[in-house]
């Protein structure tokens, strides 16, 4: 039986989805509210939903779980509620760790590249306490991430029990289908295919960095279906351990990201450049690039998706049909 925590949201929906394709037993932790999130799990709904409020008891009954795929959190950069980021963030993940320890469950979790803060110190996934005590995230989200990696960091060090196999996973900008649930926080993939369906411009923030062109800010982004792949060779591979990016390690121009949508939505490249919002200014990665050296030494081979093929999988195969899920 594996585990998924956030199984109804977007990667883990994803994963879901793979996991049942092959026939294999899953619990998902998540809630459905009353927004259509259960669309997300309609075409592989898992053996098991279980509602957050009701994990506590769930891992009390000592299921037979052989991995936890952590991927529920807060997840928003805009929150502001430090109690409850910090308890579904850093508490909730040292429950399930210790958990995992205790069990001798195999744990992978989410972490996150806004762990990096603006980039200035580099992406490194270094999981030395120095280099991961000189990274400074630049809102909540982040900061409750990177709590929990430096957690992680240091109960190794005490040669405390861990479970079998542990992995964080730094995401870096994922984008494709079962987001649509995510408000502000969907991809920017999405928001621009809207704009050009819709015979407008795709919309892209003027930069607020002296010397770098409007649409020249970069970022490292990176199709479900090869996070979904990384996950899944981690189940396959049990003897590798370890905090790892998982971005495709090339970044790519906003500009870049805008032609290619409206190439895959048939629609002519227009692009009108906006001011960015004040409440992003000083908050806003221009860059983000993941060094995939780690993962790579690890034994992963796997091909990442060109941006302009995984496009074209979302706008063509997702979001000009009918049925937009997975």
Same mark, same amino acid.
């Given at each position: @039986?594996? /585990?998924?925590?956030?199984?109804? +949201?977007?990667?883990?929906?994803? $994963?879901?989805?793979? $996991?049942?394709? %092959?026939?294999?037993?899953?619990?998902?932790?998540?809630?459905?509210?009353?927004?259509?999130?259960?669309?997300?799990?309609?075409?592989?709904?898992?053996?098991?939903?279980?509602?957050?409020?009701?994990?506590?008891?769930?891992?009390?009954?000592?299921?037979?779980?052989?991995?936890?795929?952590? $991927?529920?959190?807060?997840?928003?950069?805009?929150?502001?509620?430090?109690?409850?980021?910090?308890?579904?963030?850093?508490?909730?993940?040292?429950?399930?760790?210790?958990?995992?320890?205790? %069990?001798?469950?195999?744990?992978?979790?989410?972490?996150? &590249? &806004?762990?990096? +803060?603006? +980039?200035?110190?580099? #992406?490194?996934?270094?999981? &030395?306490?120095?280099?991961?005590?000189? /990274?400074?995230?630049?809102?909540?989200?982040?900061?409750?991430?990177?709590? #929990?990696?430096?957690?992680?960091?240091?109960?190794?060090?005490?040669?405390?029990?861990?479970?079998?196999?542990?992995?964080?996973?730094?995401?870096?900008?994922?984008?494709?289908?079962?987001?649509?649930?995510?408000?502000? @926080?969907?991809?920017?993939?999405?928001?621009?295919?809207?704009?050009?369906?819709? +015979?407008?411009?795709?919309? /892209?923030?003027?930069?607020?960095?002296?010397?770098?062109?409007?649409?020249?800010?970069?970022?490292? #982004?990176?199709?479900?279906?090869?996070?979904?792949?990384?996950?899944?060779?981690?189940?396959?591979?049990?003897?590798?351990?370890?905090?790892?990016?998982?971005?495709?390690?090339?970044?790519?121009?906003?500009?870049?990201?805008?032609?290619?949508?409206?190439?895959?939505?048939?629609?002519?490249? %227009?692009?009108?450049?906006?001011?960015?919002?004040?409440?992003?200014?000083?908050?806003?990665?221009? #860059?983000?690039? &993941?060094?995939?050296?780690?993962?790579?030494?690890?034994?992963?081979?796997?091909?990442?998706?060109?941006?302009?093929?995984?496009?074209?999988?979302?706008?063509?195969?997702?979001?000009?049909?009918?049925?937009?899920?997975?």
């Amino acid at each position: @039986m594996i /585990l998924i925590t956030g199984g109804a +949201g977007f990667i883990g929906s994803n $994963l879901q989805a793979t $996991l049942a394709r %092959r026939g294999q037993e899953t619990v998902v932790v998540d809630t459905l509210g009353s927004d259509g999130k259960w669309r997300n799990l309609a075409k592989h709904p898992p053996t098991r939903i279980v509602h957050p409020d009701d994990l506590e008891s769930f891992l009390d009954g000592r299921p037979a779980v052989e991995m936890v795929f952590h $991927l529920g959190a807060v997840s928003e950069t805009t929150a502001v509620d430090g109690d409850h980021t910090w308890a579904t963030n850093v508490e909730l993940s040292r429950r399930l760790w210790e958990w995992c320890a205790d %069990r001798g469950v195999r744990f992978v979790y989410a972490s996150s &590249a &806004a762990t990096y +803060g603006d +980039g200035a110190r580099g #992406f490194d996934d270094d999981t &030395a306490p120095a280099a991961l005590d000189g /990274l400074r995230p630049l809102n909540l989200y982040g900061w409750t991430k990177h709590a #929990f990696d430096l957690l992680v960091t240091r109960t190794l060090l005490t040669r405390r029990e861990q479970p079998p196999q542990w992995a964080g996973l730094k995401f870096f900008n994922v984008y494709g289908p079962n987001e649509y649930h995510k408000g502000k @926080m969907i991809s920017v993939v999405k928001v621009k295919h809207d704009e050009v369906a819709a +015979g407008g411009p795709a919309r /892209l923030f003027k930069s607020d960095q002296p010397g770098l062109p409007d649409g020249a800010q970069a970022r490292d #982004f990176i199709w479900v279906g090869d996070v979904v792949d990384v996950m899944l060779w981690l189940m396959e591979t049990p003897s590798v351990s370890g905090l790892f990016n998982l971005g495709t390690g090339r970044a790519r121009t906003y500009l870049d990201l805008a032609h290619a949508v409206s190439d895959a939505a048939g629609q002519p490249r %227009r692009v009108e450049f906006i001011d960015m919002p004040a409440s992003l200014r000083g908050q806003y990665q221009s #860059f983000t690039q &993941a060094p995939m050296d780690r993962l790579r030494k690890a034994g992963y081979a796997g091909q990442f998706t060109p941006l302009e093929e995984g496009i074209r999988r979302y706008v063509q195969n997702h979001l000009s049909g009918t049925d937009p899920f997975v």
